[in-house]
């Protein structure tokens, strides 16, 4: 265990929270000095597809709650499907099997329609409560359930709620994934180490200030109210996409169909891609094309 029983953190000794702190660490920066086409910014927009899986994973059997997440399928996967479409841009769509399981000809659209498919969990599990067995298991099985669905085999994973065990870049890197999109460390693509060792697993950062969920979640027994309104949050996407194009950097966005897609709010996504296509030299691309890039660059 990282933590004796009658020991307080502050009582650690130096060995044990430096191998806690050592665990998983950004190495190497992966940031291109060019991108493709000439473009000075790359944008990777993405989708975490959990519908019903936000109230499954607890063991809840909530009506209310898992009528919201089927608003996702219904209502904002084809909303978000119709403005990709029409302005022409990739996405990620992150997937739990047993998303994939409930709605297959979704799934398989995502990939019909040109975007990825990455590996989202089982069922939305929280996996820094799992054991490493079970953790494996899972997301191994999410992989084959995905590639099943789809046709294709997923190279990247988004572990649910951004929830990383002390195991899940060794099981992530045992699978040979290409990439991970779950950790903060940086703004641009970065390679992880585990135990101080270079996996060669990139790393395709997020950051909360860059998710819907922060600003749109709803819990009614739990006192979790949205408190940021659409022209706010548009304002924050914005900024973050003007400073990336600044940096001539990456502008990664996470959004959830069961909260961007609602009429009043799917204005924010759409206006937000006017901007960034009025800037001429802006390279749209899915996680993976991105993570390729930035290894071949690296080079």
Not at 25 to 54: K, M
Not at 239 to 256: I, K, V
């Amino acid at each position: 265990m990282d933590r004796a029983p009658d020991l307080e953190p502050w009582q650690w000794p130096e060995e044990q929270w430096r191998r806690i702190v050592g665990r998983v660490r950004a190495g190497r920066t992966l940031r291109p000095e060019t991108w493709p086409g000439g473009a000075r910014c790359a944008v990777a927009l993405s989708f975490d597809v959990d519908h019903e899986t936000n109230e499954l994973r607890d063991g809840g059997h909530s009506i209310g709650r898992m009528s919201q997440g089927q608003y996702g399928s219904r209502q904002g996967i084809p909303r978000i499907l119709s403005l990709l479409r029409r302005h022409g841009v990739p996405a990620s769509f992150y997937v739990p099997a047993v998303v994939a399981l409930l709605y297959p000809d979704e799934v398989k659209g995502f990939v019909d329609g040109g975007h990825e498919v990455g590996i989202h969990g089982w069922i939305h599990e929280r996996n820094s409560v799992l054991p490493l067995e079970a953790e494996r298991d899972l997301q191994m099985r999410a992989a084959d359930t995905l590639e099943a669905v789809t046709g294709v085999r997923p190279v990247g994973i988004r572990t649910p709620s951004w929830d990383f065990s002390p195991n899940t870049l060794a099981i992530t890197k045992e699978m040979g994934l290409l990439y991970d999109s779950s950790l903060m460390a940086d703004v641009d693509c970065y390679e992880l180490m585990l135990d101080g060792v270079p996996t060669g697993v990139t790393e395709l950062p997020v950051e909360w200030i860059r998710d819907d969920a922060v600003y749109f979640a709803m819990a009614r027994f739990q006192g979790l109210r949205p408190y940021t309104p659409p022209d706010a949050v548009f304002d924050i996407f914005r900024r973050e996409f003007d400073a990336a194009y600044e940096e001539g950097g990456l502008f990664q966005l996470t959004m959830h169909p069961h909260m961007i897609g609602y009429r009043s709010r799917m204005w924010i996504l759409d206006t937000l891609v006017d901007h960034i296509r009025g800037h001429a030299d802006v390279w749209f691309a899915t996680h993976a094309d991105i993570v390729r890039h930035a290894n071949t660059a690296s080079l």
